[in-house]
């Protein structure tokens, strides 16, 4: 079968590939003329959802999408689905560096047993005809005070896996699917798919 995912980030298409091994998966690279789909809901499974529902609507082809982010515990379960846009809309790579540099601004009196935190992912898959399935991953964490590691994008680095000892940003690639929100909604989501 063949499936879209619903995204131009190739990082992550990359990734999913690699958990979506049974499929023939292509990117909107093959769809340059793919609307791009405000995230506009209040949940990660509402924006899910409306990006895949827009893309399998606009290829005629199932459609696989996700949305995720950070939620901390002390700042009340944000940024939430605003995670990407936090500190406002910059440039990728400075918007990552902002992000994160205002969460750990705003947690900078909260006590070390108070930093914790879940990353969050709901994977969303549309189908033509309008029906839809959405399923979630979860990985628990704590909020470090000072970015480590190299590897990931936005919050990875702050953000500590308390059982492996490593931010995500210290992970490899394979450690990380192993663990992380992403992975296990996209293991869920191939399990229904089959």
């Known amino acids: 079968m063949k499936i879209v995912l619903a995204t131009r ?40 959802l ?26 009340n379960g944000m940024p939430g689905v605003l995670s990407a846009r936090w500190s406002g809309r910059f440039g990728a790579g ?12 705003q947690l900078g009196d909260v006590q070390d047993g108070a930093r914790g935190g879940h990353f969050m992912c709901a994977a969303a898959i549309a189908y033509p005809d309008g029906r839809s399935q959405v399923v979630e991953g979860r990985m628990e964490g704590v909020i470090l005070r000072e970015p480590r590691g190299t590897g990931g994008f936005g919050y990875d680095p702050i953000f500590l896996v308390e059982e492996l000892g490593k931010t995500t940003a210290e992970l490899t690639p394979d450690e990380k699917s192993a663990v ?15």
Request: net charge negative; charged share 30%.
């Open 50 to 75: 409306l990006k895949a529902h827009a893309i399998a609507r606009h290829t005629g082809l199932p459609a696989v999408s996700d949305d995720s982010g950070l939620c901390v515990d002390a700042l």
């Open 180 to 194: 992380s929100h992403r992975g296990r909604a996209f293991r869920a989501l191939a399990e229904l798919l089959r």
């Open 94 to 105: 400075e918007k990552d560096l902002r992000n994160l540099q205002l969460v750990l601004d």
């Open 9 to 48: 980030n190739e990082g992550k298409i990359v990734e999913l590939r690699r958990l979506l091994t049974d499929y023939d998966v292509v990117g909107l690279e093959e769809f340059p003329d793919a609307p791009d789909v405000p995230e506009t809901e209040l949940t990660f499974a509402g924006n899910a």
